[in-house]
């Protein structure tokens, strides 16, 4: 783990969805020089997917003991959730080619086991280093097969690359978070407009 990088008290939870406030564990997704990774290693990605509750607080714990017993392997595993989160992007957004994740979900699915606790069917599996990933898998499934996905957006910002479900009365959504980019480039539109005015 760096201790020189200033970790991210709490993550975004802005997208109404799991899967796509994991894609939004990148921070301005659009711009070269300013992109910046929120899961950096393992013991982010527990703590994303503590926050996000794909794990309880007694796998949280477990999962990190696993990751102090083999660091290299909580490291592979870390760029084994970033690389699933960039293909649930890019099928969302640029493609339709949802290959990658569907292999994920295979491979979680062949790990579990479907169980009925309290009159409801959930999915069971080891904790291993694999479990934030295998939630995520079903989270983007779950995602992939709901019935409003023509109200996906992402943030207007030329830079920002956060993405959300539009649930906005008038489905007119525009920024990823009205007060941050959408304060920023209303101002700018306001300045912009100001140097051409007579």
């Not at 703590?47 to 003991?65: C, G, I, N, P």
């Not at 934030?132 to 109200?151: K, N, Q, V």
Request: net charge negative; glycine share 4%.
């Amino acid at each position: 783990m760096d201790a020189i990088r200033e970790r991210r008290a709490a993550f975004s939870q802005i997208a109404g969805h799991p899967a796509l406030d994991l894609v939004n564990t990148v921070e301005w997704r659009l711009s070269e020089a300013r992109f910046e990774e929120d899961l950096v290693d393992y013991d982010d990605v527990v703590r994303w997917s503590r926050q996000l509750a794909l794990v309880s607080d007694d796998e949280a714990d477990a999962l990190e003991t696993l990751e102090s017993r083999s660091a290299a392997d909580a490291a592979k595993e870390a760029a084994n959730v970033r690389a699933l989160r960039e293909a649930i992007y890019q099928t969302l957004f640029h493609t339709d080619d949802a290959t990658a994740v569907t292999d994920e979900y295979r491979d979680a699915v062949n790990e579990g086991r479907l169980s009925r606790i309290d009159d409801e069917w959930t999915w069971e599996f080891l904790v291993d280093l694999a479990l934030p990933r295998r939630r995520i898998a079903l989270a983007a499934f779950d995602l992939f097969g709901r019935d409003d996905l023509s109200r996906l957006g992402q943030c207007r910002d030329a830079e920002c690359g956060w993405v959300f479900l539009d649930t906005s009365p008038r489905h007119n959504r525009r920024w990823c978070v009205s007060a941050d980019c959408g304060n920023r480039n209303r101002v700018r539109e306001y300045y912009e407009r100001s140097k051409t005015a007579p």
